[in-house]
């Protein structure tokens, strides 16, 4: 079976492109060939089908009328992209589109290509942008849902793009196009959805397409051996990893530092890059925090390590999160998380048993689970077995392997159906 996958970055920048990359891999493993649709960035993967990339777009340093211009009939509909995905197929065919994040720097205008072509599609949900133009579900930081019932208006009467009203109104313009007026996601045969509340939340704001739970997979073979990571607390040290940008909760994270106090002898390491980089950095040392450390961007051997020698994870996000790929690795190492009590980060993070969760944004609450764990290593080694144990027998390759077969059968069908 040929398949096509799509996705705006076609390399590592966060977990959808981790799960991008990583269904790829396992298709190829039972004997499939992988194709790719992306854009084209200098960090990107070589392959085969790169020449028929879109062209690369900064949507944030869009500066100029005619760049803003240009930017917005991207975002609204590509013709560009639509051509670009004809010719891939013209030349590479294929049995199924494997869809994960197009908006903006790709464009939902490829579904009417593959629709025309009668070509089975699937995508893999990772945010909340069915129903919320800014993705995330967030207004001025704050869980927000205006626009539940395609309310989409509130977009704008709220500047939830960047406070920038202008950008509002062309995130709002992009909903009523794309959900009421073409409708065009209706050309999508079924939504996968890796965690059960983003299903539900999406369902409850009023997106009435099919949506199947197939949670993320991860391959524990690739992490050393199951108790390796819980003979590895050497420090007393915690980790963050992750994008560091303003949803992620860090602030919250470094007040419960500043809790610990001054001269703790517990360490945060804060591992990652992002727009809140600078910001961290600065609030740490006007608060004289030596107890906090930022390792910046780190991959593979090295993150892998920095993990196994902390006590534990910490994911202190502060919106609605899907299934973060971030949990299922720390639970790879062997690692117990504390994370917030929020979206479906329960639904892998359990209380005693795989860590602990703590009300979101409540550094109090945060700095009293870090407490109680650094006290009680026992607890610590005894979630990290069941963590490392829940990925070996719930979310392992071959488990995602049946249930994406099962979707693209489903889409296959509803395929042949539609087009009768």
């Not at 993705?135 to 977009?155: D, I």
């Not at 197939?214 to 108790?227: E, K, R, V």
Request: include cysteine.
């Amino acid at each position: 079976m040929n398949v096509l996958h799509i996705n705006k970055f076609h390399y590592l920048r966060g977990g959808s492109e981790v799960v991008y990359f990583r269904t790829a891999d396992i298709l190829k493993s039972h004997g499939h060939n992988s194709l790719f649709f992306s854009m084209h960035c200098l960090e990107n993967i070589p392959c085969e089908t790169s020449d028929f990339f879109m062209p690369h777009v900064d949507l944030v340093n869009n500066e100029g009328l005619v760049n803003q211009f240009k930017n917005a009939g991207r975002i609204l509909y590509s013709l560009e992209a639509r051509k670009r995905l004809s010719q891939l197929l013209d030349k590479y065919p294929v049995d199924i589109a494997h869809l994960h994040n197009i908006h903006h720097q790709i464009s939902p205008s490829i579904l009417h290509e593959l629709k025309k072509r009668k070509i089975p599609t699937i995508m893999t949900l990772h945010d909340y942008k069915m129903v919320c133009a800014s993705y995330s579900m967030l207004a001025h930081e704050k869980p927000c849902e205006a626009c539940c019932g395609g309310r989409y208006f509130n977009t704008a009467r709220k500047r939830c793009i960047k406070g920038s009203f202008a950008k509002s109104v062309l995130a709002t313009l992009e909903m009523y196009l794309h959900h009421k007026i073409l409708d065009i996601y209706n050309n999508v045969d079924v939504f996968i959805s890796p965690s059960l509340f983003l299903k539900n939340k999406l369902h409850h704001m009023g997106f009435a397409k099919e949506i199947v739970h197939l949670p993320n997979f991860i391959d524990t073979s690739s992490f050393g051996q199951s108790d390796e990571g819980n003979k590895n607390i050497g420090e007393i040290s915690i980790a963050y990893f992750g994008r560091l940008s303003e949803i992620k909760g860090l602030w919250t994270l470094i007040e419960a530092a500043r809790l610990l106090g001054i001269n703790s002898n517990v360490q945060v390491k804060i591992i990652g890059d992002g727009p809140l980089k600078e910001s961290l950095e600065h609030r740490v040392g006007s608060l004289q925090l030596k107890n906090v450390r930022f390792l910046g961007y780190m991959s593979g051997d090295a993150l892998f390590k920095e993990i196994k020698n902390s006590m534990f994870v910490i994911l202190p996000s502060e919106w609605y999160e899907n299934n973060p790929m971030s949990v299922l690795e720390a639970f790879a190492l062997g690692k117990p998380v504390v994370g917030s009590r929020i979206g479906g980060i329960p639904e892998l993070v359990r209380d005693n048993t795989t860590g602990l969760t703590f009300e979101p944004g409540n550094a109090e609450d945060l700095y009293s689970k870090i407490e109680s764990l650094i006290h009680n290593k026992d607890l610590v080694l005894e979630m990290g077995r069941n963590a490392r144990e829940f990925v070996e027998r719930e979310l392992n390759p071959e488990k995602y392997y049946q249930g994406l077969m099962d979707v693209y059968q489903l889409a296959g069908n509803k395929c042949k159906t539609s087009g009768a």
